[in-house]
């Protein structure tokens, strides 16, 4: 099987996972509707692949982590639906539909979101019965971590912190590490637990993840300054128009397209101690360097 064969059933897992796991639910309450709008509205799901892919790279059973892959993917949606409020970023678009709180309004997307994140926990501590339990409980507290104030909800407090204000590079490092970065490192370490890793394993995979999220950070800064918004999914220019410093601002586009090739490669190099067994990782690096969305 090729590597885009692998990442389509990959993906294809977890939308089928997603599509069932509110089934059974009342159909027309509006919090269960708001809830899978946004999360089954599409996405690279990058954060579960790289929990599946890393648990395989380790030696473990993708297959008996998917319901991990798929609650830090419920997890990230809530952080996307709560980005998007008014009293955060204030977009009325993402992934090309109307974000949730122009469908539902502010309070039921609020709601939507915190459910969506004390299921993201129910998921795992519930349907983790396969595993040891010291490994299901080790991934539940590194993504708690990677969550939380430590984590993304601290990185969007310096996002929001930092509007209007003339930020450093190393500020800027330290907000993408958090916001963006935190959640893409669990995935990996995620992965890595649960198939039994060891800690250099986990120091290995979580390499991987810091160089891949600042590239991916990078990236995404590109593309709201010379993106093509239908294919992008949302407006294009809400950085400067928020008054947001980010890598383009400090480095140009120029640098900052070698700097994603520059931390791409030493992604891969990360992951040298796993030989042939992190070809799928090394190849999903490289194909995230020249994106679109």
Known sequence: MNYKEQLRQDCQQVEDWLRNCFRGRDPHADLYDAMQYSLLAGGKRLRPVLLLETCRMCGGEADKVLPFACAIEMLHTYSLIHDDLPAMDNDDLRRGRPTNHKVYGEATAILAG?????????????????LPPERVLAAAACLGRAAGARGMVGGQALDMAGEGHALSLSDVEELQRLKTGALIAAAVEMGCILAGG???DRAAVVRYAQKLGLAFQIRDDMLDVAGDEQTLGKPIGSDAENEKTTFVTLKGLERCQELVEELTGEAQQALSPFGEAAGFLCWLAGELVGRSN
């Open 114 to 130: 915190d459910a969506l994140l004390t299921a993201a926990f129910e998921t795992m501590l519930e349907q983790g019965g396969d």
């Open 198 to 200: 060891s800690a250099d």
